[in-house]
Structure formats: structure tokens, C-alpha cells
């Protein structure tokens, strides 16, 4: 059996997991993700209303850090999210920010969390199209055609040594990212 330094050795060379990635994993089981290009708030970037869904968000991918989040602040207030009352905007404009931040370490790799590109009244986890076309044209993520099985694609001779990613499908619309071993991380 390998030891916990061979494990973070294989999930960061190997797996293209950050190590930040890994111990939060080992510390908590697998990592959940929040689901990519899923709007969780439309329509209004008025505080009260983004913290409600931002929290309801980390409640659902981490119910633990949303415990620890509550921790710091009256949970009378925060936890009753049908009578939230913030003391003023910008203290609501704070703890949004805050959540966004925590939110952003449950996104996968090359996506954020935030408004979409172009609306700034849609919140969630969005495809990070710059990011991402750069990691291709650098060979940090490896394109192959629709139609490519995972097992095709982590097996062919020709996957670059420093393919991290693996992306099947046609990148400018619809495709899956998986980790260079296979294992999936989200789909557009």
C-alpha cells in the first residue's frame, strides 16, 4: 500500500489534482464539485437574495464548511434565510464575497464561479473558455474528436506528457473534461 506522500505524489503528477485538491479530499472523502453551467441565481445581484443562494449552495456540495461558515457569524440571522435581515448592503456585498471565494474552490478545473461572461444577473460555475483554450494550446489539456471513448483516449501512445486533461468532443460547444486516468470532471 502506498503511503499518504506516494498518494499526493500520484494525485498531483498523475491526476492532475492540486495538492490543495487532495488533501481537502483526505480530509473530507471525495470532493464533490459544484454542477458547471448550472445558473443557481438569476435575475438580481441584490445581496440578500445572492447570499440565500450561495449558501444553499455550499450547503448542498459541503454541508461541513457551511457549518463552518455559519460558525462565524449569528446563525440566527444567516440560518433562517426566510428573515434575513443584513445590517446594511455592504456588509451583505462582504459576505457575498466571501461565499464566492469559498464557492471557487469547489469549481473543476477551468471553470469559476461567479456572474456569466456577458450577464452579470446569472450566478453559478461557469466554463472558463480563455483559461481553457490556453491549457489546450498548450497541451495541459489533450482534445480528441466526438465519438472518442475515455478508455481510447487515456490509452493512445500519442496523449502528450504533459496532457493533464483530457477534453472529448468538439471544444466550442459540447464536450467532457476528464483527468489524464479517466476520471470525469464535468461536460457543457
Avoid at 498518494?7 to 481537502?24: D, I
Avoid at 456572474?115 to 473558455?129: A, K, P, Q, R
Avoid at 496523449?159 to 489524464?180: H, S
Wanted: aromatic share 10%; proline share 5%; charged share 25%.
Amino acid at each position: 500500500m502506498a503511503t499518504p506522500a506516494q498518494q499526493l505524489v500520484t494525485a498531483v503528477l498523475e491526476n492532475g489534482e492540486s495538492a490543495k485538491e487532495w488533501l481537502r479530499r483526505q480530509k473530507f472523502g471525495r470532493h464533490r464539485y459544484l454542477p458547471v453551467n448550472i445558473c443557481i441565481s438569476r435575475g438580481t445581484a441584490n445581496p440578500d437574495h445572492l447570499l440565500r443562494r450561495f449558501l444553499t449552495a455550499l450547503k448542498n456540495v459541503d454541508p461541513a464548511k457551511y457549518e463552518e461558515f455559519l460558525a462565524g457569524y449569528n446563525r440566527a440571522n444567516l440560518s433562517n434565510l426566510r428573515h434575513l435581515d443584513l445590517v446594511n448592503v455592504k456588509h451583505g456585498d462582504i459576505l457575498v464575497d466571501r461565499l464566492s471565494d469559498i464557492l471557487q474552490e469547489y469549481c473543476p478545473p477551468f471553470t469559476y464561479f461567479g456572474s456569466l461572461e456577458g450577464n452579470t444577473t446569472e450566478y453559478g460555475c461557469w466554463v472558463d473558455s480563455r483559461r481553457l483554450s490556453y491549457a489546450i494550446d498548450n497541451s495541459v489539456v489533450d482534445g480528441f474528436p466526438t465519438g472518442t471513448t475515455i478508455e481510447d483516449a487515456t490509452n493512445d501512445p500519442e496523449l502528450p506528457a504533459t496532457a493533464r486533461y483530457i477534453a472529448i468532443g468538439n471544444r466550442r460547444t459540447d464536450f467532457a473534461l476528464y483527468t489524464r486516468t479517466g476520471r470525469f470532471l464535468w461536460k457543457t
